[in-house]
């Protein structure tokens, strides 16, 4: 992206509207209700031909102390140190205030460039907010209407000639997941070397879990500073945010997301809103770390968001937070490991790293778990070692025989990487039992050192398109062979 622009303003002048129409897509919560947005949110915004990022931010309050509008009113003013550009917003039906005064007086200091952005002026309504906003000394206000999208291309000519003043940034991609692997490629080793993470592509996590179990906390601690919105209340975090850092020398982006809770329990619009933008941080990301409270782990809820993220087709990772607090270290650990197994079989192998958000200890293991999972996500195994493998494993414990026909496995090879995906050509493919699927996938788990990662396993049969299909086995003579066989013809 060409440069950064926060929206900065008092609470509900439709900071987050702007920003979700910038983006293109509702990313940021919106509402009537005043202070919805209470962490800084990034986004990829898309203004004609101009590609740039927004950063959404919390209504900036008059308050200093630590109260939870006191953290807000922090971070909004490190987005604006942060920033490229700040567009300030007020309303323009409501009118210049004296707390308006007071921000731009801030914003004057902190930064070199701020536009002065006019909310809510559609019609005679906003002309006196926007005449008022000369007093406030930004040069000439510009009208906007983020709810209906006027002003638009007045913002555009704004910023369009910052464009070649900033250096060109990398921008910020979904990752790659479900990535195709050719025939060539079945047969080679795997460079090592294809997806390590790198400052133009990092390292994609996602950290989700119920709320209050110290995920912002715990994300702080790893970026070494207060990015993220903490505190001792239960789902302060509503929307999915995402920092770029470089963590013990591996480059990542990372995602702090809202707590999910029960269904039962989400009663509130906003909260309801907050696991839908979690779910979706889930979507970007290529490793999940599952945060547990080291208190009350593995409950119903927990369950649900390991078996949504390993459903996503994400490598997987369990953490569980706050052991500085743990007396009994080696009888909890062995208690957590057992219900692991028990509890997740869909994610057997998958590291449980125990870890302190307060204390930073365990961050280090946590990080050598990602990297590891995130390398067997990207695992490409050939074709050959896959059927010897294969040859092994129906040795050891033949196929079913449905109605008293063996089902033939003929070859198996690899079709798809992040996660890895294999298909098995074999005969009557409809018939093949679920526990010898199981007995396949963690055998692969297994023999291949896979553990935390999903693995797609089809079976395939004989007639339907196939990679390595041998041509001679399909001449005339053969068919007509086969015709008679099985026709009597």
Not at 291 to 320: H, K, N, S, W, Y
Not at 414 to 437: E, L, T
């Amino acid at each position: 992206m060409s440069f950064t622009l926060a929206i900065v303003g008092r609470p509900n002048v439709g900071k987050s509207t702007l920003f979700n129409r910038l983006v293109g897509r509702k990313l940021a919560l919106v509402d009537d209700q005043p202070g919805v947005t209470r962490d800084l949110r990034e986004g990829d915004a898309k203004l004609f031909d101009l590609r740039f990022t927004v950063i959404d931010t919390a209504g900036l309050e008059e308050v200093t102390d630590d109260s939870l509008q006191g953290r807000m009113r922090r971070l909004t003013e490190r987005a604006v140190d942060m920033a490229d550009v700040c567009l300030f917003l007020i309303d323009g039906r409501v009118g210049v205030t004296p707390s308006d005064e007071t921000f731009a007086d801030i914003l004057r200091k902190k930064s070199a460039r701020v536009i002065l952005g006019v909310n809510k002026a559609e019609g005679k309504a906003g002309d006196a907010g926007a005449l008022e906003g000369w007093s406030l000394g930004l040069g000439e206000p510009l009208r906007l209407s983020a709810e209906h999208g006027e002003g638009m291309d007045d913002l555009y000519t704004l910023l369009k000639p910052l464009e070649g003043e900033f250096a060109e940034r990398e921008a910020e991609n979904t990752p790659l997941t479900e990535v195709d692997v050719s025939e060539e490629e079945a047969e080679l080793e795997q460079d090592a070397d294809a997806f390590r993470p790198t400052e133009k592509k990092p390292l994609q996590i996602a950290v989700i879990g119920r709320p209050n179990a110290g995920k912002s906390t715990l994300i702080n601690k790893i970026l070494g500073y207060d990015r993220l919105l903490t505190g001792p209340e239960a789902g302060i975090t509503r929307d999915a945010i995402s920092v770029k850092t470089n963590w013990l020398g591996t480059p990542i982006k990372i995602f702090d997301t809202a707590g999910m809770r029960k269904k039962a329990r989400i009663n509130e619009k906003l909260e309801k809103l907050s696991v839908s933008d979690g779910i979706r941080a889930v979507r970007f990301a290529e490793v999940i770390v599952v945060l547990l409270d080291v208190d009350i782990p593995f409950e119903v809820q927990d369950l649900r968001i390991a078996d949504f993220a390993e459903t996503e087709g994400r490598a997987v990772v369990i953490a569980v937070n706050k052991w500085d607090l743990e007396d009994e270290k080696q009888e909890k650990l062995a208690e957590l490991k057992e219900m692991f197994e028990r509890l997740l079989p869909q994610l057997r192998g998958a590291p449980l790293i125990t870890v302190s958000g307060k204390t930073g200890r365990g961050l280090d293991r946590l990080h050598d778990a990602i990297l590891k999972v995130h390398e067997t996500w990207n695992k490409r195994i050939p074709t050959a070692r896959l059927n010897t493998w294969l040859g092994a494993m129906t040795e050891a414990h033949p196929p079913p025989a449905p109605q008293g026909r063996r089902i033939k496995l003929r070859y198996m090879t690899q079709v798809k990487q992040r996660p890895p995906g294999f298909i098995v050509m074999c005969s009557h493919p409809d018939d093949m039992a679920d526990s010898y699927r199981r007995y396949l996938v963690n055998g692969l788990r297994e023999h291949f050192d896979m553990p935390g990662v999903p693995i797609r396993l089809t079976f395939r049969g004989q007639g339907e398109k196939n990679p390595f299909r041998n041509p001679k086995f399909h001449t005339p003579s053969r068919l007509r062979k086969h015709k008679e066989k099985n026709t009597g013809e």
